[in-house]
């Protein structure tokens, strides 16, 4: 496997520095933000790039040179959100972003499946999370027939033209959010649709990242390595679903961490080792949004961790059974 950055995070630095830490401390990989929630125009202005085959070119350049490869462009973003102008706005970027990829010879684009409201009224979106009483389960209904079935059915179209996969990061408070929602839009409208698996947003559900990756198989299209650590005394007192601030992160039932600071090593290499039954030999993007580290010591350490689990070399023959 290759060990990767998501670069957004790193919003401090130009393109230049971002690409030479990834170098500086052995990595392989770039994601790069385009917009929406993980905007980030010193690293990729989508519009300014679009419009300058030169741009392009330069970029290419630059991570050529540096022996690194682009695993996914990411724009997550809402493009089913209830507020028109915001909805177009993610819609268009999430295009563009496809145009890019396509022009940069990448065949991964990373999104969020967006959430709509309730109505064709609504103005913020509705994220059901239980059956009943029975207006949820209507909300759940007309939310898939009248939004996300017929806006990805599109998008389908459009991605598989410009060759590109869509990766769909299952992630509550979004319709897809977890493995049988994924499935469930995967099987309706294709296989151009697969996911971004992020165990962090999967731990703090109570799934098991290891069983959802063998229930996935072959729809892990791409995946990003954080990690998330449970609080010992306000999980149990208040359950998991907690819209406490990021950053009263001692008030919370569960904070983000860097890998193997949420759960230990064996959980990390059961990880790995499960996406290697599937087939999946790919990219692991580092994403650090652990408050209780800083930036630095924080992606450092996730990479000096995932150096020493990950396994590197193809697997070879069973030289002991024939």
Same mark, same amino acid.
């Given at each position: 496997m290759k060990i990767g950055l998501f670069l957004v995070q790193f919003f401090h630095l130009d393109f230049d520095q971002v690409l030479d830490l990834?170098?500086?401390? /052995?990595?392989?990989? &770039?994601?790069? /933000?385009?917009?929406?929630? !993980?905007?980030?125009?010193?690293? !990729?202005? *989508?519009?300014?790039? *679009?419009?300058?085959?030169?741009? &392009?070119?330069?970029?290419?350049? +630059?991570?050529h040179d540096r022996g690194l490869i682009i695993s996914a #462009?990411?724009?997550h973003g809402n493009s089913l959100h209830p507020q028109k102008a915001i909805a177009s706005q993610h819609q268009r970027t999430f295009r563009d972003t496809i145009i890019l990829a396509e022009k940069l010879g990448v065949n991964r684009v990373i999104n969020f499946s967006g959430c709509p409201g309730d109505s064709e009224t609504s103005q913020y979106p509705n994220w059901v999370t239980?059956?009943?009483?029975?207006?949820?389960?209507?909300?759940?209904?007309w939310q898939w027939?009248? +939004?996300?079935?017929?806006?990805w059915e599109k998008e389908v179209i459009f991605a598989r033209d410009?060759?590109?996969?869509? !990766?769909?990061?299952?992630?509550p408070g979004f319709a897809i959010y977890n493995p049988d929602t994924l499935l469930r839009l995967r099987q309706m409208v294709g296989d151009t649709i697969g996911a971004n698996f992020d165990p962090s947003h999967l731990f703090w559900q109570g799934i098991d990242p290891v069983i959802a990756i063998?229930? *996935? /198989?072959?729809a892990i299209y791409h995946v990003h390595a954080k990690d998330v650590g449970l609080d010992s005394i306000n999980a149990p007192r208040n359950g998991v679903l907690d819209t406490t601030p990021y950053h009263q992160f001692d008030k919370r039932s569960w904070i983000f961490r860097t890998v193997g600071y949420g759960h230990d090593e064996k959980c990390w290499k059961d990880i790995l080792s499960a996406l290697r039954v599937v087939g999946y030999d790919d990219v692991l993007s580092i994403e650090h949004e652990? &408050?209780?580290?800083? #930036?630095?010591?924080?992606?450092?350490?996730?990479? #000096?961790? #995932?150096?020493?689990?990950? *396994?590197?070399?193809?697997?070879g023959k069973t030289w002991w059974d024939s």
């Open positions: 990834v170098m500086k401390n /052995g990595l392989e990989a &770039i994601e790069i /933000g385009t917009g929406n929630y !993980c905007f980030q125009p010193r690293h !990729c202005n *989508l519009q300014e790039v *679009l419009s300058s085959p030169g741009k &392009i070119n330069e970029m290419k350049m +630059k991570i #462009l990411s724009c239980c059956p009943w009483p029975d207006d949820y389960t209507k909300v759940v209904q027939e009248e +939004k996300i079935l017929p806006y410009h060759g590109v996969k869509i !990766c769909i990061e299952m992630h063998r229930y *996935l /198989g072959k652990d &408050i209780m580290a800083s #930036l630095e010591e924080g992606f450092q350490k996730a990479a #000096l961790f #995932l150096k020493t689990i990950s *396994l590197k070399e193809k697997y």
